[in-house]
């Protein structure tokens, strides 16, 4: 019997932003002992685009689904990528998670920043899945 290789494609939701780092204290979220973070990523990555496809089909590829979440401190890897896309702090901050209707415009905000920076053409590597 001949074992086949099989390889294996995660998604795995890139963490794009931490805010609130430089004063871990200000911002708990469920629990006074766990200091928490509040982080933008990419939940859906857009796909591939080719030359011979139409304005509106690479329109259609290029959407970005972001997220907006709160992470424990002991959960993020610090890595040396790092990608500096400025979200408006007003609209993306600690009180979105009291109304589900702010949390939308924090995930909008997100969408709209990670959309202009992806049609830019820069940290290509950001908006690709990883493959491990």
Not at 9 to 31: E, I, L, M, R
Not at 48 to 55: A, D, E, F, L, N
Not at 61 to 89: E, G, Q
Request: aromatic letters at 14%; proline letters at 4%; hydrophobic letters at 35%.
């Amino acid at each position: 019997m001949r074992r086949r290789k099989s390889s294996i494609t995660v998604h795995v939701s890139s963490v794009s932003h931490v805010f609130q780092s430089d004063s871990p204290q200000t911002f708990c979220y469920n629990y006074s002992w766990a200091f928490h973070a509040l982080v933008a990523g990419i939940d859906r990555y857009p796909r591939k685009v080719t030359t011979s496809m139409g304005k509106k089909k690479i329109a259609k590829r290029s959407k970005i689904k972001a997220f907006v979440k709160v992470f424990n401190y002991n959960h993020l890897m610090p890595t040396r990528y790092s990608v500096d896309i400025p979200l408006d702090k007003t609209v993306v901050n600690k009180d979105v998670f009291r109304d589900p209707a702010l949390k939308r415009k924090a995930r909008r905000e997100a969408k709209v920043k990670f959309e202009e920076r992806y049609k830019t053409g820069k940290n290509k590597w950001f908006f690709q899945k990883l493959r491990f």
